[in-house]
């Protein structure tokens, strides 16, 4: 394969890249919460019944916000239900995953992980079944000093000092038909601004994410978008993106190309944002929240989705594979290439629910997805910078045409983090960086992940199949950087710079 040449102009610089980028998602479904993240019978369990050892996993992914409690969970979900003396909660029938949810987890339990991993809390407000007064109340139940109702309700369950939860989801995928008390863009945008009004009275220090349209193949696809920002208007400080993605074809080269429609729908949305703040001849400049990311498509069918009225059912346990992990890679590069108007994004989910962790009775198991997530999210401070790259491309059937290598870069303080995908499914790729007007000096650390084959997974039974390693085929020289990558890789590597 013909070589690659990328270009890493430090003055090229795209924006700040938000570490809240590297997010996560704690829904209440399946064993996502229950057995996944909270389970007082297991063996992991602390004094509050969370899992030591899962925990621990998600302790190396180094995830910043983390938002709660869904998904389409949050849009039948009474947050009352989920504090005070745990016998006294009530057990409900949960309508989104038809389930059964017993309580026993609910805001004080997140808030206490949160501050134990160190999360940046984000709470959606039910703006399905619920008001724009309920949501108002549980930004003072969480926020606001002792003193009124809701304060002091949290200072009795345990917490005088408030929770100071600062990013709020205006409703979940308030879009989509199959979310409870679905409702056209005009009517959402009136309760979505009546809630936030409602909130940010009771806090002026948060911020708020309008539910956007979650599929870009929904036919209010943009139109829903106009139509939310402009009614919010400042009520809003970002808009909302959810997209998931598979490979339903098995043809691994035009899976590996969707992060061309992953920017083309990042930009698409930032269109609109432009489009609204110049119609409106406003200051407001809304933002990007991406705020469900990640494969799904094995585990769509109502086997996998209907809980058929039981506690913690096994719903949408994707198992991931090595092309799942680069695709996790490619989204990941294309948040980075937007960081000027890219601000959150959350991988959903964190636990046995489409995610990099599963559990199995009290074992655990690292799904390939996991590697190339930290690989990126060790590496994000700085600024993004615009590769310029030239090298072998190919035409994708879905997707159109896309470099074969997927880059992206960030500059940090005295350091360079490059990431890399090598999409060819035969050859290894040869790869040439030039730090133009900069000096590559040396290499801090790299890692790489690859396989066999792009359906090589981990197992219980062989769990250590794909992970990452140490990359041994980088070197510098004269001030730029050679890599050489085998077919079906990401790397992730830092450079020191002088
Ligand atoms: O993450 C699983 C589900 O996907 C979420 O609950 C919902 O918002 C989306 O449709």
Not at 102 to 124: H, L, R
Not at 437 to 444: D, E, H, L, T, Y
Request: proline letters at 6%; glycine letters at 8%.
């Amino acid at each position: 394969m013909e070589k690659t040449r990328i270009i890493l102009d430090p003055t090229y610089q795209i924006g700040a890249v938000d570490p809240r980028i590297f997010g996560g998602f704690l829904e209440h479904i399946g064993r996502a919460v229950y057995e996944g993240v909270f389970d007082p019978n297991s063996a992991h369990a602390d004094e509050n019944g969370f899992r030591k050892d899962v925990l621990e996993a998600l302790r190396q992914l180094r995830m910043t916000a983390m938002r709660y409690p869904g998904g389409n969970f949050a849009s039948g979900y009474h947050w009352m239900d989920g504090i005070g003396p745990k016998q006294q909660r009530p057990t409900v029938r949960e309508l989104a995953w038809q389930s059964i949810e017993p309580n026993q987890f609910g805001t004080d339990e997140f808030m206490k992980m949160a501050s134990m991993m160190e999360w940046v809390p984000m709470i959606t407000v039910n703006l399905g079944t619920g008001t724009p007064e309920d949501a108002r109340n549980w930004v003072e139940y969480c926020n606001c000093p002792v003193g009124s109702r809701y304060a002091d309700l949290r200072a009795k369950n345990g917490s005088k000092v408030p929770y100071q939860v600062k990013l709020w989801c205006l409703g979940n995928e308030m879009d989509s038909p199959w979310q409870l008390g679905h409702v056209p863009a005009n009517l959402y945008a009136i309760y979505a601004q009546q809630a936030a009004k409602l909130m940010k009275d009771t806090d002026p220090s948060i911020e708020t994410v309008a539910c956007g349209t979650c599929s870009i193949s929904l036919p209010t696809y943009m139109e829903w978008d106009r139509t939310v920002l402009e009614y919010i208007g400042s009520c809003a400080d970002y808009v909302s993106l959810h997209r998931y993605v598979g490979n339903p074809k098995g043809n691994t080269a035009d899976y590996l190309a969707v992060t061309n429609s992953i920017d083309q729908q990042i930009e698409e949305m930032d269109a609109v944002c432009r489009y609204v703040q110049a119609r409106s001849k406003s200051k407001k400049r809304h933002y990007l929240c991406f705020d469900e990311w990640n494969v799904w498509y094995r585990n769509r069918s109502a086997e996998h989705t209907k809980g058929s009225g039981k506690f913690a059912p096994p719903l949408i346990e994707e198992h991931y594979n090595l092309e799942d992990a680069l695709v996790v890679a490619g989204f990941l590069n294309s948040f980075i290439r937007h960081a000027n108007v890219l601000k959150i994004a959350n991988i959903a989910q964190i636990v046995n629910v489409i995610a990099p962790i599963l559990t199995r009775s009290d074992d655990m198991l690292l799904q390939t997805i996991f590697y190339s997530f930290a690989m990126y999210s060790s590496r994000r401070g700085g600024i993004a910078l615009l590769p310029s790259i030239s090298g072998p491309a190919y035409d994708s059937p879905s997707y159109g045409r896309v470099n074969t290598i997927d880059t992206s870069a960030i500059l940090g303080d005295g350091v360079l983090h490059v990431f890399l995908v090598n999409r060819n499914t035969s050859e290894i790729a040869e790869i040439e960086i030039d730090h133009c007007r900069g000096n590559i000096v040396s290499v801090k650390a790299a890692e790489i992940l690859s396989g066999p084959g792009p359906d090589a997974c981990n197992t219980f039974e062989n769990p250590n199949a794909i992970r990452s390693l140490p990359l041994q085929t980088v070197k510098v020289s004269e001030g730029k950087a050679s890599v050489v990558l085998p077919p079906l890789s990401a790397a992730a590597i830092t450079f020191i710079t002088a």
